[in-house]
């Protein structure tokens, strides 16, 4: 599974980002979960005086309603997203929203002010109106996912790392404040012109060398490499 956010401020093109790119996505045969955030205090799916909300008001944690049509789960309490996430098994999940969490994020916005509104080390690609008028924003790319939804899951395919699904039991907040962990850096080029990397991509492509250039006769950890690679 694949995860990564959609944030903006409010009427950027979130949704409509999200609606593009599910259809794309599912065209190339993925399955995708969604996760919306909801910002209206005390909102509730559910209607008073229905049976479910009669058994929510008794006292029950998780209330099922099950049709011919759809099952909906309303669970009592606000989760995090890591609880969420726990209920998908799907090929990909999009979350709207979620701006102050760490995962790989798409920035959907209308002008410039949008951009810096929610703009941070995750961000590895901007949507929306903005792409009229920008091709790029601090070296991350611009592109109109309702005219290039193709070429934006590219990216996603590209880009977006496998969840790292934490184990039953293990409780785990995703922020974006730096840890005491390891941190990397790496520079691509192609044709002498550096791409632009998202610092969580930087750091998969890194572990990703090191582990496998562990397992290589006379690597030492902490030697300087370099790889080079041609195409003949």
Same mark, same amino acid.
């Given at each position: 599974? #694949? %995860?990564?956010?959609? =944030?903006?401020? !409010? !009427?950027?093109? *979130?949704?409509?980002?999200? +609606? !593009? &790119?599910? #259809?794309? &996505? %599912?065209? #190339?045969? /993925? =399955?995708v979960g969604t996760v919306k955030s909801v910002h209206r205090e005390r909102f509730s799916i559910d209607r008073a005086g229905t049976n479910t909300d009669r058994h929510r008001t008794a006292g029950a944690t998780a209330v099922a309603a099950r049709s011919d049509a759809q099952t909906a789960i309303m669970w009592s309490g606000r989760l995090d997203y890591e609880e969420i996430l726990r209920l998908y098994d799907t090929d990909w999940v999009i979350i709207e929203g979620a701006h102050r969490e760490a995962y790989p994020r798409i920035v959907a916005a209308g002008t410039e002010h949008h951009i810096e509104q929610r703009f941070d080390g995750s961000t590895f690609l901007i949507c929306g109106a903005v792409a009229q008028r920008l091709d790029s924003w601090r070296g991350v790319p611009v592109m109109d996912a309702t005219t290039r939804a193709k070429e934006v %899951?590219? $990216? $996603?395919? #590209? =880009?977006?790392? +496998?969840y790292d699904r934490p184990k039953e039991g293990q409780a785990v907040q995703r922020t974006l404040e730096p840890g005491p962990e390891e941190r990397f850096e790496v520079e691509v080029r192609v044709d002498g012109e550096e791409l632009h990397l998202a610092p969580f991509v930087q750091d998969f492509v890194s572990r990703t060398v090191l582990g496998? &250039?562990? =397992? $290589? *006769?006379? /690597? *030492?950890p902490g030697s300087e490499f370099t790889i080079e690679i041609r195409r003949f």
């Open positions: 599974m #694949r %995860v990564f956010a959609v =944030s903006g401020v !409010h !009427h950027s093109g *979130k949704t409509t980002t999200i +609606e !593009h &790119l599910i #259809r794309e &996505l %599912v065209g #190339r045969g /993925y =399955s %899951v590219d $990216l $996603l395919e #590209r =880009s977006v790392p +496998e496998m &250039l562990s =397992s $290589l *006769k006379g /690597y *030492k």
